[in-house]
C-alpha cells in the first residue's frame, strides 16, 4: 500500500469529525464566557484540539485563563483556583486540583477533560512561568499551520503511539503533541518528515524560525550538549521543544521511519501488544543469563516523580553490580498500580577467587614493592604483576540483600524509592501479572 493511501485510512479512523470538533469548541465557548462573565477574564483555547491536530476521541479542553502581567503569583495561584472551582461548580462536573508549576483545576464536563490553567497575559519576551509560553505556541500554530498539516500531525501521533513513542511524559519520555506540530511544519508532511527522520545523524538540530542563524551559540550548545534532537522552540529561542526525548527514543524514531519506509503498511499504525505464551517467555528466558527481580510496594506519588526517582535507583544497582564483577545483560524497571519490579539479567555466580591486576614489571620498585607488599602471591602474567585474591560476594542477590539493607539514601537511592524498598522481595519472574509479564515480554523482544 502506496503512504498517501495509507495516510487516507488512517485519517479516516483517527481524525475527528466536523461535528466532533464543532461540539469541542462551543463547549469552550460557553465555559469562557462564563469565565469573562463571572471574573472579567479573557482566555485561550490551547491544546490540540483547539488547533486541530487532536486524535478523534480525545475531547480534551485546555483553558488557561489569562492574568494581567502584574498580577503576584500568590494572587495568580489562589485566584486561578477560584475560577477553576467555580467552573466545574456551574457547570456540574468532577474535579480536582493538580500541580505543575502552579496549582489548576483539572476535571470532567460532559464528557470532556476540561483543565482550568491560571497564566500571564505577557509578551513571549516576558515569560514569567512554563505555562505563560502556551498560548504563544497556539497562536503561532495556528499561523503557521495549514489543514493538511494538522491531519499530518494526527498521522504522525498515531504512528508515535503505536511504537509506544508519543508522550513527553517523564515515564514515556517520547514526542510531545507540541513537538510532532512543529516537525510536521517545520518538514512540511508526515511523508517528507519520515523520509527526513530515516536519514538523521547522532545528533539533530533544528531551528524552525531560525533564531540563530544555522549555528546555536554556545551556551545553548552547553545547556543542550547531551540532548540528541535539539528543535528551537519557534516562541523560545532559548528552550529545546524535544529536551525530554530519551536517546533510545530518538534511535527508535529513527530505525521506525527507516522500517515504514522499507515496507509501508497499515501495521505502523496500530498499537502492538506482545503476542506471546507464558511458555514462549519461559523459553526465552532459559536461553538467557540468570534473573533476579526484586519486587516492592509502588512508591506513592506522581509519575513525573516516581519514573526518574526509578531510573537513577536502576543505575545504581547496576553500577554496584558491576563494580562487584557481575556482568549484566539487560535489566529494567515496571511500575505497577501495587507493586514496582527491578529485574537484572546477568551471570549471577561468580568463582571464589578473582585475579587482582598490578602494575606492570617496569613500572618502578616503588609500585611493585606497594603491591607485592598488600599481596603476598604476586606472580607475573604477561608483563605485570597480578595476585589472586577472595570475593566478596560470589552471589549476586546476596550482593542484594545485603546492599538494599540499612541507610538507603545514603547509598544513593532516592528519597520516595528507598521508603518502599526497605521491604523488598525476590520475585519469580513468571509470576502471573498481566502488565508485568507483558513488560518483560517487550524487553526481551518475545512475540513482537
Not at 519557534?234 to 536517546?247: F, G, I, Y
Not at 547509598?411 to 521508603?419: C, L, M, R, S
Request: hydrophobic share 30%; aromatic share 12%; net charge negative.
Amino acid at each position: 500500500m502506496n503512504i498517501e493511501r495509507l495516510r487516507e485510512k488512517v485519517l479516516e479512523q483517527h481524525y475527528p469529525e466536523e461535528e466532533e470538533l464543532e461540539e469541542t469548541q462551543e463547549k469552550y465557548q460557553e465555559i469562557a464566557d462564563f469565565i469573562e462573565e463571572e471574573f472579567g477574564l479573557e482566555t485561550h483555547f490551547a491544546g490540540s484540539s483547539a488547533r486541530g491536530t487532536a486524535m478523534k476521541g480525545d475531547r480534551d479542553i485546555d483553558i488557561f485563563v489569562l492574568f494581567p502581567e502584574n498580577i503576584k503569583r500568590t494572587e495568580l495561584e489562589d485566584r486561578g483556583l477560584d475560577v477553576g472551582k467555580a467552573v466545574f461548580n456551574e457547570f456540574s462536573g468532577d474535579f480536582e486540583i493538580e500541580y505543575a508549576e502552579h496549582p489548576y483545576t483539572k476535571g470532567e464536563i460532559n464528557g470532556h477533560e476540561v483543565e482550568i490553567v491560571p497564566c500571564h497575559d505577557v509578551s513571549p519576551d516576558d515569560i514569567k512561568s512554563a505555562v505563560d509560553r502556551t498560548p504563544h505556541h497556539s497562536r503561532w500554530l495556528k499561523e503557521n499551520l495549514t489543514e493538511e498539516q494538522r491531519k499530518d500531525v494526527v498521522v504522525l501521533k498515531v504512528f508515535l503511539r503505536s511504537g509506544c513513542l508519543y508522550g513527553s511524559s517523564l515515564k514515556v519520555r517520547g514526542f510531545s503533541g507540541y513537538l510532532c506540530e512543529v516537525l510536521v511544519n517545520h518538514y512540511g508532511s508526515f511523508e517528507e518528515l519520515v523520509e527526513s527522520v530515516s536519514q538523521w545523524g547522532e545528533r539533530e538540530v533544528i531551528d524552525p524560525e531560525d533564531h540563530h542563524g544555522g549555528e546555536l551559540p554556545e551556551e545553548l550548545e552547553e545547556k543542550f550538549e547531551s540532548d540528541r534532537l535539539v528543535v528551537i522552540d519557534p516562541v523560545d529561542p532559548e528552550r529545546n521543544v524535544a529536551s525530554v526525548l530519551s536517546m533510545k527514543n530518538y534511535s527508535e524514531f529513527i530505525y521506525r521511519c527507516w522500517q515504514f519506509l522499507e515496507n509501508p503498511g497499515i501495521n505502523f499504525f496500530e498499537k502492538q501488544e506482545p503476542d506471546y505464551t507464558e511458555f514462549e517467555l519461559k523459553q526465552e528466558m532459559e536461553k538467557r543469563g540468570d534473573f533476579l527481580v526484586i519486587r516492592f510496594e509502588t512508591p506513592e506519588d506522581v509519575e513525573d516523580v516516581v519514573y526518574p526517582q526509578m531510573r537513577k535507583t536502576l543505575r545504581r544497582l547496576e553500577d554496584e553490580l558491576e563494580k562487584h564483577d557481575f556482568r549484566i545483560f539487560e535489566s529494567g524497571f515496571h511500575a505497577g498500580d501495587e507493586k514496582t519490579r527491578i529485574f537484572f539479567e546477568l551471570k549471577r555466580e561468580l568463582p571464589e577467587i578473582q585475579e587482582q591486576k598490578g602494575p606492570k614489571v617496569f613500572h618502578g620498585h616503588d609500585h611493585l614493592e606497594q603491591f607485592t607488599s598488600k599481596y603476598e602471591n604476586a606472580y607475573v602474567k604477561g608483563d605485570r604483576l597480578y595476585a589472586k585474591t577472595g570475593r566478596e560476594y560470589t552471589d549476586a542477590k546476596d550482593f542484594l540483600k545485603d546492599f538494599l539493607s540499612g541507610e538507603l539514601e545514603q547509598k544513593g537511592i532516592p528519597g520516595n524509592v528507598a521508603e518502599k524498598i526497605v521491604d523488598f522481595g525476590f520475585a519469580d519472574p513468571l509470576e502471573s501479572e498481566e502488565k508485568w509479564l507483558n513488560y518483560l515480554a517487550r524487553k526481551l523482544q518475545v512475540g513482537n
